[in-house]
């Protein structure tokens, strides 16, 4: 299928600016997001697409930011092409651990290698927080635990958490795309124990989890860790990520209100990947 990209240059240029954009394009039918330092770039069927989109009243009379439009049109044949070229370079973590496209070659050797299909779904290794994540997984033990993947995107951690030792995966995405490539994923990395469902923390409350990870946002992690505190065992850690440094004592402080202790942060270009026990 031949996809349509607006390159969207929100000003001011925020986190909550470019959130807002993404949910009011998403209302319109872009189907897939990616980010650049300066832009958010949305992909839709070139079938759906119609400038008129662009002149929309959400877009245009927004109070809170202004926003030029750039477009391109992406030809039907290569999307592999497109991330490889564009998005999607094979990464090594820690000098252990390896993601790749099944599209690259001649990649070096590694302790774990993960074969990632991104298809547009959150996480190849390349944006800082789940850079952060894996960072944290390699330096956990998860010999025979339970963990809860939430907000999956590509199932990469879940996979790495399953290849190091976890006894069962539970991986969750609000996100139906995501869903299906957590899935795929899962298979093309032979991995066996992960339980993968679409949804929220909606889904949440029959099991418990030694570990869980979250790497979704601000907003989401303050409004669901409640919950995901409620499903942790005693002794259980939790790694979240997907915010700013700003963001930290607010995250901090629904922890702590929530039961759990905090237990050290890394940071990579102001993103956060924060631990806390219960
Ligand atoms: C930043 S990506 C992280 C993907 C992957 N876990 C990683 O670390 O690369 C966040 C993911 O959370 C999903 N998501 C957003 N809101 C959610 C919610 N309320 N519950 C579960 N998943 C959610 C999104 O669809 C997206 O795939």
């Given at each position: ?9 929100p000003e001011p240029d925020s986190e909550t600016n470019r959130e807002i954009l993404t949910a009011q394009l998403g209302e319109l039918g872009f189907e897939s997001f990616s980010e650049t330092d300066d832009a958010v770039e949305a992909f839709i069927p070139s079938s759906a697409y119609r ?38 370079q094979p990464l090594l973590v820690e000098n252990r651990c390896l993601i790749r496209a099944p599209f690259h070659k001649d990649t070096p050797k590694a302790e774990y290698e993960i074969v990632i299909d991104p298809r547009m779904a959150f996480g190849t290794g390349n944006h800082e927080t ?149």
């Amino acid at each position: 299928m031949e996809y349509t990209k607006v390159s969207c240059f929100p000003e001011p240029d925020s986190e909550t600016n470019r959130e807002i954009l993404t949910a009011q394009l998403g209302e319109l039918g872009f189907e897939s997001f990616s980010e650049t330092d300066d832009a958010v770039e949305a992909f839709i069927p070139s079938s759906a697409y119609r400038e008129e989109l662009l002149h929309d009243e959400s877009l245009v009379n927004n109070p809170l930011f202004k926003v030029r439009f750039q477009t391109e049109i992406i030809p039907d044949q290569n999307w592999n092409e497109v991330w490889e070229k564009n998005y999607f370079q094979p990464l090594l973590v820690e000098n252990r651990c390896l993601i790749r496209a099944p599209f690259h070659k001649d990649t070096p050797k590694a302790e774990y290698e993960i074969v990632i299909d991104p298809r547009m779904a959150f996480g190849t290794g390349n944006h800082e927080t789940t850079y952060l994540m894996i960072s944290a997984i390699l330096q956990q033990d998860l010999q025979g635990k339970q963990v809860l993947d939430m907000g999956c995107g590509t199932g990469i951690l879940g996979i790495l958490a399953s290849m190091r030792g976890a006894d069962m995966v539970k991986a969750i995405d609000i996100d139906e795309w995501s869903y299906k490539n957590t899935l795929e994923n899962a298979e093309i990395n032979n991995v066996t124990n992960i339980d993968v469902a679409q949804g929220d923390a909606g889904l949440l409350g029959k099991e418990k989890f030694d570990v869980i990870y979250a790497n979704i946002q601000r907003n989401i992690l303050l409004q669901d860790l409640p919950v995901y505190a409620s499903v942790m065992c005693k002794d259980a850690e939790i790694i979240v990520s997907g915010f700013y440094r700003e963001d930290l004592p607010a995250i901090s402080a629904k922890a702590e209100e929530v039961g759990l202790k905090p237990a050290g942060y890394e940071e990579r270009n102001n993103w956060v990947a924060a631990r806390f026990i219960r």
